[in-house]
């Protein structure tokens, strides 16, 4: 029975059914029994296996076909009605053209199989700031993510009402044909069409491609921001709370720094650092001028390998309970899970994430996939903020921009103003660092982190940012940083020690947010004195020296750098906005 008499969602489900086939309709109620009776069928055809319920009470496996394993930027398009819109950092298709080859890929797809309607929010329900998505699937393992990953269910429904703001999202499992698998967004018509796979990334239609690729566009049309940002708190011991919000591309920490750990030294005075969200941040004007941000998302889609008690205990707590593991390590021994640098003893007697017989003290392939997922709630994580479900969202106080440069950026500079902070965005980069993935030393340019994830033109997202600064405040506006946690020395070895220390640099950014600690005019922007950075309790590991090496501007290498900006800039042609092109040749004036 339908959960809604909302027109426009009854009109697009009856198109689909038509489009696809099912045998049955199942609405998803968003109830525990509901749920709970799914589980079971997934348990009984082996689309899922439940894990030890004394050891990972409520946990359970999934295997996905070992050619769908991961996000498929090559076969991502933005449909607009002319390429330029797309931009060209996009993979882009005429819509009617997308909307033919996919409906001959779906059609009749569900025969057989039963079409689950999934209602759901992104962002707490009832939000001014949140919005409404519909997700059709032919996978239990699917709806069952998107309980963890979104607030789903009639309540949803309830709120939307009769409108038409609502995001439709079709997903079919088809055959994993690799050679057949796209995943569609049409932004002027707030649908996206995934097909042909059942990785999470490109199945969970709330996560990247609404709560980012349509949502950056609606954002645009309807002046708020979706960014690749983690959202973070951080509590001094006069129980003041500074917002943050944060951009990194991947494998640079950014899960780490969502849910970091004060040092000894800073929890024994008491600061506290408090995760509102580790992916994804919606941003908007607040009626007091401020900008206010919510996490769209319910829950953590993380990757597994190299999650343990030293590097993340906390994403580590938040997997003990009610989470999915994907194509991780089944240990038969025990019936639970294990992934590599989970800790030192895996194990004898286990599955490999290919579902092979594994015995991991003999095994020279590793057993949990590079990409394995864990999808846990994020109400499990031990330091969950209090304004997690706060429907107005938390005021930010500072933006954070961050790459991983052995030698060129320093280890933290705060932009000069709002538009030098956007040019600071809009230059992000990661030196490539496996040679697994080509040369070693690469510069790869990632603007905003958002480069896989903006739905249209980046050159028109560039000058979105400029646009929101000048509709600010000055004195209500954050102030924008960029940080290296990454600065290597001659020797190749990385000087700053990471990880929790990395609190306090963010110290530093709060006391700058409130300007009560001085820096020195570079070219790029306002460095830290050297002094003013508390390195209390790890002199052994970076005296002040190191530090001073780490925050010290190469003019050589930032001249070498304006020319690769120079070159990605122009990739954008006339739709690089003038702001950015001025900061530019301010940069060059600085160096010269």
Request: hydrophobic fraction near 40%; glycine fraction near 8%.
């Amino acid at each position: 029975m339908a959960l809604t008499e909302n027109k426009t969602v009854l009109s697009w489900i009856d198109e689909n059914i038509k489009l696809v086939n099912p045998d049955k309709i199942v609405w998803i109620d968003g109830s525990e029994e509901q749920l709970e009776t799914l589980r079971a069928e997934a348990c009984s055809t082996g689309e899922i296996i439940q894990l030890n319920e004394e050891l990972l009470p409520g946990c359970y496996l999934h295997r996905t076909a070992v050619n769908d394993v991961a996000r498929v930027e090559h076969r991502t398009f933005i449909c607009t009605p002319t390429q330029e819109e797309a931009g060209p950092t996009n993979n882009w298709m005429d819509p009617a053209k997308c909307y033919d080859m996919l409906h001959e890929i779906a059609k009749g797809s569900y025969s057989g199989r039963t079409m689950y309607v999934i209602p759901y929010s992104m962002g707490p329900i009832g939000s001014p700031l949140a919005k409404a998505g519909v997700e059709l699937t032919d996978s239990i393992y699917v709806v069952l993510n998107m309980a963890i990953m979104t607030r789903i269910g009639k309540a949803v429904f309830d709120v939307l009402g009769d409108s038409n703001d609502w995001v439709r999202g079709l997903h079919c499992k088809c055959d994993i044909d690799e050679e057949k698998r796209y995943i569609c967004h049409f932004p002027q018509d707030n649908t996206i069409i995934s097909v042909n796979s059942g990785y999470g990334g490109n199945v969970l239609l709330g996560k990247k491609c609404f709560a980012l690729r349509i949502a950056s566009y609606q954002g645009w049309k309807e002046n708020w921001q979706a960014e690749h940002m983690l959202i973070l708190g951080i509590e001094n011991p006069n129980g003041e709370v500074k917002y943050i919000c944060a951009a990194f591309p991947s494998a640079c920490g950014k899960t780490i720094l969502a849910m970091l750990i004060p040092p000894q030294g800073y929890l024994s005075k008491g600061y506290k650092v408090w995760c509102v969200g580790d992916d994804i941040a919606w941003i908007r004007k607040g009626e007091d001028g401020r900008l206010y941000a919510i996490n769209p998302e319910n829950g953590f889609f993380g990757v597994a390998p190299g999650t343990n008690d030293k590097s993340n205990p906390n994403a580590l707590a938040s997997t003990k309970k009610g989470t999915i593991f994907t194509n991780v390590v089944h240990n038969l021994d025990d019936n639970t899970v294990w992934w590599e640098s989970l800790d030192k003893n895996p194990p004898e007697n286990a599955v490999d994430w290919k579902g092979n017989p594994w015995n991991g003290k003999t095994a020279e392939a590793p057993g949990a996939h590079p990409n394995s997922r864990f999808t846990a709630p994020a109400v499990n994580c031990p330091c969950i903020s209090s304004e997690f479900e706060n429907t107005k969202g938390v005021p930010i106080s500072a933006i954070v921009f961050g790459g991983r440069r052995a030698k060129l950026a320093p280890l933290v500079y705060q932009s000069k103003d709002w538009n030098n902070g956007v040019f600071v965005g809009s230059i992000m980069a990661s030196e490539t660092t496996a040679a697994a993935t080509g040369a070693v030393g690469v510069v790869r340019r990632d603007p905003m982190a958002m480069l896989p994830f903006c739905g249209y033109n980046m050159g028109e997202y560039f000058q979105h940012w400029v646009d929101i600064g000048a509709s600010l405040d000055a004195d209500k506006a954050p102030k924008i940083f960029n940080v290296n946690w990454f600065r290597k020395d001659d020797e190749g070895h990385f000087v700053w020690p990471g990880f929790g220390e990395n609190l306090r640099v963010l110290d530093w950014i709060a006391e700058r947010c409130e300007d009560r600690v001085g820096a020195r005019e570079t070219a790029i922007g306002y460095v830290p004195y050297a002094e003013d950075i508390n390195l209390d309790g790890i002199e052994d590991e970076i005296n002040l020296d190191g530090l001073k090496a780490i925050l010290e501007v190469d003019k050589d290498l930032w001249t070498a750098e304006c020319e690769g900006i120079a070159e990605f800039y122009e990739k954008l042609g006339d739709k690089l906005p003038a702001a950015l092109k001025e900061q530019l040749d301010n940069l060059n004036a600085a160096l010269n």
